[in-house]
């Protein structure tokens, strides 16, 4: 095996960090390397930690070069933005661009542009990170309110402050520098195609009026408690993320931001949390709704069952159980009415009982009570669920199962950790090969 000389060791593992041990990057710049002085191995990473190898991305880009339009726009947005994110919310995004992204992610992994892992998120080696947003960079080198996609917060920050966007700009992220700035209306008509927006604090201005009309994706953190802003009609919203000690039942951006028909993803994480949830009654094709929060006292709106093609809803509580003269989570909507349901999660919340109707949701696959420590039955009508995968009871005050459990011909395991089940002989009378 050969080894680089003993005082050039640091330096070689500093190349192989920056490079990510690609091996096509460690044999174009290892060539070029080879038989220099150790000032010019430092020279070269220098470089590296400015901009990227040309050789290698010239050799990478051979692959990126073959990709059809779509597949360029999905490929460059990961690059940017959605590195070990969730697969699934920008597929919501890209769909209501007009792309496929199930036959486009698939076609990128056979490049080996990207990978999907083994938990659904987007994986993109650094070199091919780099790559995509060097492409970005180089759609104008010099001013970047002609590329379309911003993610750098200081680059990003600049353009919309000295009001230099263009209808180049699709995708735009505003964090970390500007918690206390105001963004106007007349800074944002600067950003017509806009369909991407991350925000961390700030605020917005004016009249929107007939602005951010293509914005399919909101993502707030650190939001205002007040908004300053007039005619703000987010109605091709399709992915909305939240959070922050604002984000309360009375925040004053409900209004515009779930008027969307299109929105398939809404996920809060508020503190200490909602006193109850919004008005959903205009997002009825709502898929995946995730409320997390430190409080576990909610009332659930009404609302939530006309949610018809909600596939996915989680209430997470962080705060620890009260035992002594507190509220129970009564569960006031019927459940049955939620027949797209495949998974169903309330952990640590004040939750009494299930209503019975939980047996209608004949889809669902995945069932989580945890911690939900005032819970001590299930209903008889759980066994109707003949699709049901898992259940997880962590920490509940359950005594026992219903019989009726033993009609789960799906369940393949049950978590009944920290309960108060006794009865085992019972609990294998019934299992039908579950696993627990």
Request: net charge positive.
């Amino acid at each position: 095996m050969d080894l680089p000389p003993h005082d050039f060791v640091d330096i070689s593992r500093q190349i192989t960090t920056k490079t990510s041990g690609l091996p096509l990057a460690l044999e174009i710049i290892g060539s070029s390397l080879y038989g220099e002085s150790k000032k010019f191995w430092k020279g070269t990473l220098q470089k590296l930690e400015l901009v990227p190898n040309q050789v290698v991305l010239n050799k990478l880009k051979i692959s990126y070069d073959m990709l059809e339009p779509h597949q360029i726009e999905i490929f460059l947005d990961i690059a940017c933005f959605f590195i070990r994110k969730d697969r699934l919310h920008p597929c919501y995004m890209w769909k209501a661009s007009n792309y496929f992204p199930k036959r486009e992610l698939l076609v990128l992994s056979r490049m080996s542009l990207l990978r999907i892992t083994k938990d659904d998120t987007l994986w993109m080696h650094n070199q091919l990170r780099d790559l995509g947003r060097e492409i970005v960079r180089r759609e104008d080198v010099n001013f970047p309110r002609n590329r379309s996609r911003l993610w750098e917060p200081k680059i990003a920050f600049d353009v919309v402050r000295m009001k230099e966007g263009t209808y180049k700009v699709v995708a735009l992220r505003l964090t970390r520098l500007y918690k206390e700035h105001s963004f106007t209306s007349e800074e944002f008509s600067k950003l017509p195609n806009l369909r991407y927006l991350e925000l961390e604090g700030g605020n917005l201005v004016g009249d929107f009026k007939n602005l951010l009309s293509k914005l399919t994706w909101l993502s707030w953190s650190n939001c205002p408690s007040e908004l300053n802003v007039m005619n703000l009609c987010l109605e091709k919203l399709v992915v909305l993320k939240l959070s922050g000690i604002n984000i309360t039942e009375g925040w004053a951006g409900w209004r515009s931001c779930l008027m969307s028909k299109d929105l398939k993803v809404i996920e809060i994480n508020s503190y200490p949390g909602l006193k109850r949830t919004p008005d959903f009654s205009k997002c009825l094709n709502l898929k995946r709704l995730v409320i997390k929060q430190s409080t576990n006292l909610l009332v659930v709106d009404g609302s939530l069952s006309k949610l018809e093609h909600l596939k996915h809803f989680e209430i997470i509580s962080c705060e620890s159980p009260k035992r002594d003269g507190c509220e129970h989570y009564p569960v006031p909507f019927v459940l049955g009415s939620l027949k797209s349901m495949s998974k169903l999660g309330m952990r640590g919340m004040h939750l009494q009982e299930l209503h019975h109707s939980i047996g209608q949701m004949t889809r669902l696959e995945y069932l989580s009570l945890d911690y939900c420590s005032f819970l001590k039955t299930l209903p008889n009508s759980i066994g109707d669920l003949k699709m049901l995968r898992w259940i997880s009871l962590i920490g509940t005050s359950i005594k026992k199962l219903p019989r009726t459990m033993g009609k789960l011909v799906s369940l393949l395991e049950l978590d009944l950790s920290m309960t108060k089940i006794k009865n085992y002989l019972l609990l294998l009378e019934i299992s039908n090969g579950w696993r627990f």
